[in-house]
Antibody, heavy 116, light 110 residues
Framework: EVQLVESGGGLVQPGGSLRLSCAASGFTFSSSWMHWVRQAPGKGLVWVSRISTDGSSATYADSVRGRFTISRDDAKNKLYLQMNNLRAEDTAVYYC?????????WGQGTLVTVSS | QTVVTQEPSLSVSPGGTVTLTCGLSSASVSTSVYPSWYQQTPGQAPRTLIYRTDTRSSGVPDRFSGSILGNKAALTITGAQADDECDYYCVVNVGLGIWLFGGGTKLTVL
């Protein structure tokens, strides 16, 4: 069974940093394209970032490019999202998802709150 | 700036059929942008219904179907049930490895 478990969320001040993790199991992580998707409270889903199977290709939404970095550790079956210079508008539940063409398997999400 | 458009809200009668659509502000939606559909109930993670236009995800009943209608992607629900009342989102690949979600459709079954 595919399992994705996000962690690392919490309360952080504006301008601060946070690293999210996503532990994967039940599938061949190294062969999977991975994404981060977020959802602000009461709002819709927003695609954040994607990384290729070998980590050589990473893409970002305009709203996070230059501040967020996606990475993966295939030896640990883990996906990461390093978030720097956080803003209030980054407050959201962050989901990791596995899939290449929209065939996402989803985690349960981790809440990030950016507030002073 | 490209925007993915969805109906903000729709309603359907129990047992009825409803079609949700997913459009692109800058172009027609085709199979080449891999339109996909997700269902989400409040407080829960999304669930994948349809990917790559018309492929049903594992365990999704066949009353959910995906297609291209004109210049938009479409999700059709036939035989609507009470527990279909929730939010539905589409996503498309707009190129260069960038994906965009639509704003979502809140479906009411009444």
């Amino acid at each position: 069974e595919v399992q994705l478990v996000e962690s690392g969320g919490g309360l952080v001040q504006p301008g601060g940093s946070l690293r999210l993790s996503c532990a994967a199991s039940g599938f061949t992580f190294s062969s999977s394209w991975m994404h981060w998707v977020r959802q602000a409270p009461g709002k819709g889903l927003v695609w954040v970032s994607r990384i290729s199977t070998d980590g050589s290709s990473a893409t970002y939404a305009d709203s996070v490019r230059g501040r967020f970095t996606i990475s993966r550790d295939d030896a640990k079956n883990k996906l990461y999202l390093q978030m720097n210079n956080l803003r209030a508008e980054d407050t959201a539940v962050y989901y990791c998802a596995r899939g290449r063409y929209g065939d996402y398997a989803w985690g349960q999400g981790t809440l990030v709150t950016v507030s002073s | 700036q490209t925007v993915v458009t969805q109906e903000p809200s729709l309603s359907v009668s129990p047992g009825g059929t409803v079609t949700l659509t997913c459009g692109l502000s800058s172009a027609s939606v085709s199979t080449s942008v891999y339109p996909s559909w997700y269902q989400q109930t409040p407080g829960q993670a999304p669930r994948t219904l349809i990917y790559r236009t018309d492929t049903r995800s594992s365990g999704v009943p066949d009353r959910f179907s995906g297609s291209i209608l004109g210049n938009k992607a479409a999700l059709t629900i036939t035989g609507a049930q009470a527990d279909d009342e929730c939010d539905y989102y589409c996503v498309v690949n707009v190129g260069l490895g960038i994906w965009l979600f639509g704003g979502g459709t809140k479906l009411t079954v009444l």
